[in-house]
């Protein structure tokens, strides 16, 4: 059994900034990659910012205002906002790819959100 939970989330005023936390926990052998996806009402859910043995990836809509880092002895990632707009408004999920034991696959496991609210 794995858990994956977000928090960090809530109200900001435009150009003010935000950090969210996602710890995986559970039987974890491996972790290979987590990353930070968001969905707004009516959108679809779209990355934000993934970190894995490879380096870090981040959407084009990021625009270097965003940092992911992880800690791997916490399990944990870490997603900086700075400079928010009204437009990243949204459900931010975090995503864990793990193994559970050394020869399984890897699997995707996801966080029940946290809300990043932008106020104008």
């Known amino acids: 059994q794995v858990q994956v939970v977000e928090s960090g989330g809530g109200l900001v005023q435009a150009g003010g900034s935000l950090k969210l936390s996602c710890v995986a926990s559970g039987n974890i052998f491996r972790i290979n990659g987590m990353g930070w996806y968001r969905q707004a009402p009516g959108n679809q859910r779209e990355l934000v910012a993934i970190?894995?043995?490879?380096?870090?990836n981040y959407a084009d809509f990021v625009e270097g205002r965003f940092t992911i880092s992880r800690d791997n002895a916490k399990k944990t990632s870490y997603l900086e906002m700075n400079n928010l707009k009204p437009e990243d408004t949204a459900v931010y999920y975090c995503k864990a790819t793990i193994k559970t034991k050394t020869f399984a696959p890897t699997s995707d496991y996801w966080g029940q959100g946290t809300q990043v609210t932008v106020s104008s």
């Open positions: 970190s894995t043995s490879g380096g870090t």
